[in-house]
């Protein structure tokens, strides 16, 4: 009897709490707390895609920032100045090799450049009146290029068997290059005033020998020039200046 009770009782209980748990999961499913939760896993994605966005989009800006104003732009000037840097020079250096008159080229283009020797210039000789025992060499361009007159003439009168020497405080600052036509020039102390000097005698020929891109080397053909009837006169003192553009710079050697 007892055990029936207890059961009877028991059953209802059961019963109810079973229909206040269905009732529960239902109110919870009402409430959309399993939607809720559903729609929080798929809002997941949704938003990390929205935030994947965002931050492809800041990397997005993020690339084209630095490609922008320091990476591909710039790159893009650096380039642009070093081709016309580039291009000037080029252009320079074709409009030299290319020119209707090589005289009028690129005096620097190689292309452009020979040695002055006795090839492709004139060479004259004056005794002034003042200083004494001087000569001035002249020297001009008769060539379609320009030439360079490298380092100072080597003399010889005659048969002499040793060539003077050049006074280097008279060298200049770069090497003396002529355009077609134009001329550099060279002193001559031909003896000493006191007569200090030694082996004296009369040259009446005269050849010019030119250097070339090394001191003592040969520059090439030489020049003989024409001297006074009666020659000159030199001794062991015998020296040369550098060749130079302008006459003004050994005037008062």
Same mark, same amino acid.
């Given at each position: 009897? *007892?055990? *029936?009770?207890?059961? *009877?009782?028991?059953?209802?209980?059961?019963?109810?709490?079973t229909a206040a748990l269905a009732a529960l999961a239902l109110t919870a499913c009402d409430n959309g707390t399993g939607t809720k939760d559903?729609?929080?896993?798929?809002?997941? !994605?949704s938003a990390s895609a929205s935030t994947?966005?965002?931050?492809?989009?800041? =990397?997005?800006?993020?690339?084209?920032? !630095?490609?922008?104003?320091t990476g591909s732009a710039a790159k893009?000037?650096?380039?642009?100045?070093?081709?016309?840097?580039?291009?000037?020079?080029q252009g320079t250096h074709a409009s030299g090799g290319s020119g209707g008159s090589k005289a009028s080229g690129n005096p620097w283009d190689p292309a452009n450049r020979v040695l002055c020797n006795g090839s492709n210039t004139k060479v004259t000789a004056q005794v002034p009146a003042r200083p004494l025992?001087?000569?001035?060499?002249?020297?001009?361009?008769?060539g379609s290029k320009y030439c360079d007159l490298t380092y100072y003439p080597v003399l010889r009168f005659d048969g002499m068997q040793w060539a003077p020497g050049a006074d280097e405080s008279t060298q200049p600052q770069a090497v003396t290059t002529l355009a077609p036509g134009e001329s550099g020039y060279a002193g001559v102390l031909l003896s000493a005033a006191d007569g200090s000097g030694d082996g004296g005698q009369t040259g009446h020929k005269l050849?010019?020998?030119?250097?070339?891109? =090394?001191?003592?080397? +040969?520059?090439?053909? =030489?020049?003989?020039?024409?001297? !006074?009837?009666?020659?000159?006169?030199? +001794?062991s003192t015998l020296k040369v200046t550098y060749w130079v553009s302008d006459p003004s710079d050994i005037a008062s050697w």
């Open positions: 009897m *007892r055990d *029936r009770r207890t059961l *009877r009782t028991r059953t209802p209980l059961l019963a109810a709490a559903e729609g929080a896993a798929r809002h997941t !994605p994947g966005a965002s931050s492809g989009t800041r =990397t997005s800006a993020d690339a084209k920032a !630095p490609q922008g104003s893009g000037t650096q380039t642009s100045a070093d081709t016309h840097r580039s291009g000037g020079t025992n001087h000569m001035l060499l002249t020297v001009k361009n008769t050849t010019v020998y030119f250097q070339g891109m =090394t001191p003592h080397s +040969d520059g090439g053909a =030489t020049a003989n020039v024409a001297l !006074p009837a009666k020659g000159v006169y030199y +001794d």
